[in-house]
């Protein structure tokens, strides 16, 4: 059964009960108004009617006399004799009675009671009958019957009560229909939502949105709320195809970058075996005549295996770099405990100052460093700061590179400046990213573009931010802001 159905069915239920409790009430109210009415007036009537006893040879004559006006078509006078027989067989009655044969039914002597009213219908005629008993010096000797005609009283309340049925059938029918046309109108919403979770569910993509017609009712809440939910999804469903999509150009670029130095590695193995080979052909046929020298190859050798050296070393670099991304996918977390700052920054500028470059390498002004502690792990603090000063000696072939530090409120920032080749305001935004080069051959400055993707996750791991200033041809300065911790507690 539909839930439109079901709403008509229950509003035509309460309709039906609301009628048949309201059609009772009234018919009460009417059908004892009416009877009321017909009692009092068949009181007065009674009251009217005065009882003569006449004593003759035969016993007690009991004669009424009916008052003057008294609508015979309306009320019939019957008398029963106790006094000649208490069996009632002796009647009188009058003569509008006597015409249409209607006898009034007759009680036993030892039941009659005091001013008894009740209804009797003879033959199709209904009646409503008032009784009092004769009483003459207290001794019962009759009992006065008058009846009222009530077949107008009796019609009238039977075309009511048809009337009440007639009109309650047509209001439930028309409730009914009026019911399944409003709570079609009403549950349309809800039609439409399921029609858009159907288009999702076959493909229509998450896009679409449900439209709205009364935003304060309860359908209108639920359609906001459902918007809202297909929003989330979307927005959660972009996200993961997004990074599926960065995954996958994360081991198309990793894939890359390990096939060089393996291309490398493979191909001064296939040299050294070609001359490995040619040294044992030389000992079988010492007659044989080698293109090469002894110290030739001996040099080619030296050269083969220096470079697999430095390809290895790449290759571990590298891999040491994608394990410290996948620790940040995974969300790694390190220990962290209270450092002095400044003790952590003269170690990564004394190391510095051993590093391959062609740049003048300074330090200073650190006097915002002094007494300053933060809250870090002192090894990834010193990788992010070796990263960004790698950095500033390989894009700058001339020139200088500085680490100084400044303080902003509660915040300590420690930069690297050079006066290197810069980076362009479009790529600016990009270097955080995975694998991204400045330069366009990948080849010109040597490296993996994961040395800023992995001093992000540091900075962010440590509550931090990467701040980048920077101007093509003029150098760049990367600031490492990191919140202060509070001093008290650090010395506590």
Known sequence: MSIRLRLALWYSGLLAVALVAFGVLIYSLIYNNTMTGLRNQLTRAVDEVNVRGVLSIDGINLNPVAPRGMNAEIYGIQI???ARDQNGKSIERSPNLEQNGIVFPVPAYNQVV???IHYYNSGGLPFLIYERPVVLNGTLVGLLQ???FIQTEESFLNQLRTVLWLSGIAALIVAFV?????SKKALRPIGRITEAAEQIQ???GLGLRIPREKPNDEIGRLTDTLNGMLSRIERAYNHLEESNAAQRRFVSDASHELRTPLTTIRGNIDLLGKIWEANDAEEADSGKTMTLSAAERKEMAKDAVRDIADEARRMSGLVNNLLSLARADAGYRVEMEPLPLQQLVEEAARRASFLPRKAEWKVGPLHALEGVWVHGNRDYLLQLLFILIENGFKYTPSGEVRLFAIRSGDRIGLAVADTGIGIHAQDIPHIFDR?????PSRGETSGTGLGLSIAKWIADMHKGALEVKS????????????PVEDETVSNG
């Open 114 to 116: 005091s001013n008894r």
């Open 202 to 204: 076959s493909g229509s």
């Open 178 to 182: 009026l019911g399944m046309f409003l």
């Open 435 to 439: 694998f991204f080069r400045a330069d």
């Open 146 to 148: 008058v009846g009222a």
């Open 471 to 482: 101007l093509p041809s003029q150098g760049s300065m990367f600031t490492l802001w990191l």
């Open 80 to 82: 029963v004799n106790f």
